[in-house]
């Protein structure tokens, strides 16, 4: 496995491999099982892994822990050697973002709701260092979680409005065993609160067999609204049913897939996760059918 911290080193041994079909799996380190699990599939999908570790200053605001994310980097290098990684692509901040650089992206609409709401900036500071790293590594494919569903529909938006060459793959949520989703932000949770977290997939879980949007919302508000009435720590911020791809927010007119998408502040750390719904085509009104049977039959 090379471990590679220079761009010019990168630009060389992306050279070297030439033709081969190589599978990006970019993360901020801190690797847990979600994280191998995108290396595991690009293993499946490609000939050679590159993963990138790169705790990007550009998404993250100015309250929040950029200073304190954890950088475990020894230990991220022998789970990545475990787990097939070919190359580890691990950039210093200089070396992404020297002092002269101007151009950034911008991740429009999709980057000001949700996420986007509670963090100015974020969709944008991530799509320039995704975009960047895409342009250094020239995967085939690039691996994202669905986790992080609103990052996944952004990097998806980007990669078609701006002609890049590249196959977005997602890859499932991986959870601990009492249903949270595995993040590196976890291991921020005190005791107490790391029981609550578990609301949110509980909530999750409790709705995804709805069929309408204003059902799942509402079964899913009963459970985070016990949860915050439970531990003070526990914030809500939102629990939404939205259109996978836009983030729109869907209602019981709408039918198709969706994802239930919820976010809370859990002892001062943001958590998000959600779930894949099939809403149901509305029930037609008696009266509509008999009104469309007439119509039907008229010349
Ligand atoms: P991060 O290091 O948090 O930026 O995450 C790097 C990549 O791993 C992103 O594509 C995430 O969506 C993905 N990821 C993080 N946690 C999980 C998880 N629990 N299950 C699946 N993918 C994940």
Redesign the pocket.
Same mark, same amino acid.
Do not use: C, E, N
């Given at each position: 496995m090379k471990v590679i911290h220079s761009i010019h080193e990168l630009e060389l041994a992306r050279a070297q491999l030439g033709d081969a079909q190589v599978g990006l799996?970019?993360?901020?380190? @801190?690797l847990?099982p979600?994280?191998l699990?995108?290396v595991e599939i690009a293993n499946k999908l490609t000939d050679v892994v590159v993963l990138s570790i790169f705790v990007n200053p550009l998404q993250f605001g100015p309250e929040e822990d950029y200073a304190r994310y954890p950088r475990p980097l020894q230990q991220d290098l022998e789970a990545c050697e475990k787990a097939g990684v070919e190359i580890v692509f691990n950039p210093g901040v200089n070396d992404l973002f020297p002092a002269a650089r101007q151009v950034s992206v911008q991740a429009g609409p999709l980057g000001t709701v949700f996420e986007g709401a509670a963090r100015p900036s974020h969709f944008d500071g991530m799509l320039t260092v995704v975009l960047k790293l895409l342009n250094l590594v020239q995967p085939t494919i690039a691996?994202?979680?669905?986790?992080?569903a609103q990052?996944?529909a952004s990097v998806k938006r980007m990669v078609t409005d701006l002609n890049v060459d590249v196959e977005i793959v997602p @890859?499932?949520?991986?959870?601990e065993s009492d249903g949270l @989703?595995?993040?590196?932000r976890n291991q921020y949770l005190s005791p107490p609160d790391r029981q609550s977290a578990q609301a949110i997939w509980r909530a999750l879980k409790a709705a995804s067999g709805e069929v309408s949007a204003s059902a799942a919302r509402r079964t899913a508000l009963e459970v985070l609204d016990q949860a915050a009435l439970g531990n003070p720590n526990f914030v809500l911020d939102y629990a939404e049913v939205v259109d996978p791809d836009t983030f729109a927010v869907l209602d019981d007119e709408d039918s198709g897939p969706a994802l239930l998408a919820a976010a809370a502040m859990v002892g001062g750390t943001r958590l998000i996760d959600n779930v894949e719904l099939t809403l149901a085509a509305p029930a037609e009104d008696e009266d509509d059918t008999a009104d469309n049977r007439v119509g039907a039959a008229r010349p």
């Open positions: 799996v970019p993360t901020m380190g @801190a847990h979600g994280h699990s995108l691996l994202f979680g669905r986790k992080d990052q996944l @890859a499932p949520i991986v959870r @989703a595995m993040s590196s």
